[in-house]
């Protein structure tokens, strides 16, 4: 049995005094048995890591470097985030891959850099709305995550999580239906299947893409997906909270 993970990515959302407030929403709420993931921007993870002291919430960053230091003006490295109790980091995601130009290899080398530093890379990964009409969802997802198992090999799956974002469903309100995120889900396992059964049974594969409470039974009971990466609702603490009930 694969835990489900519901991750939440704030983005670049915000202040001293809504993350007081936030995080003490999501303090309210019961044990869950799902484990449950907060990502912050950079310069809060020290407050938030103090809030959340000895709760269940797991802290997660939105990027590292894939350099480990040194002169390399605005970034972040992986060895800092375990300073302030970091288990997760999102790589990969869309808006680094398009906004910031982050290709296939950057990926993959920032996934090699958090596996040497124990983080667990949150690999995102997913098509967009061209790419699905045109039929090249899979084909994709398969070339995204294929840069990855060349560059760490394919055991290295069972210390990340993988997390399918359609780009077309992302901050858009469009969320793919349940059916749609099993199909993809489903075959981005059986690809990984084909390097490694064992792994791909392991790995946990999150959907994300405008999840929302209302949204999000249908896709917890699907077979392959293993919980949610929430961007927009889980800035508001009773949203998050309905969704973190949902996946049980
Ligand atoms: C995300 O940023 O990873 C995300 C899924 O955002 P949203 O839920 O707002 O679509």
Redesign the pocket.
Known sequence: MRQKIVAG?W?MNGSKESIVSLVSGLLKMKDSNSEVVIAPSFPYLSQVCDLVDASSLVLAAQNISHEVKGAYTGEVSASMLGDFGVKYVLLG?SERRSIYGETDAIVASKVKTALEFRLTPMLCIGETLEERQSNQTLAVCERQLQAVIALVGIESFEKMVVAY?PVW???TGLSASAEQAQEVHESIRAFLAKSSESVSQKVQILY????KASTSSALFQMPDVDGA?????SLDAEEFIAIIKAAG
């Open positions: 990515n983005k995601h974002e469903a992302i901050g994300g893409g405008s999840v990466l929430v961007g927009g609702a």
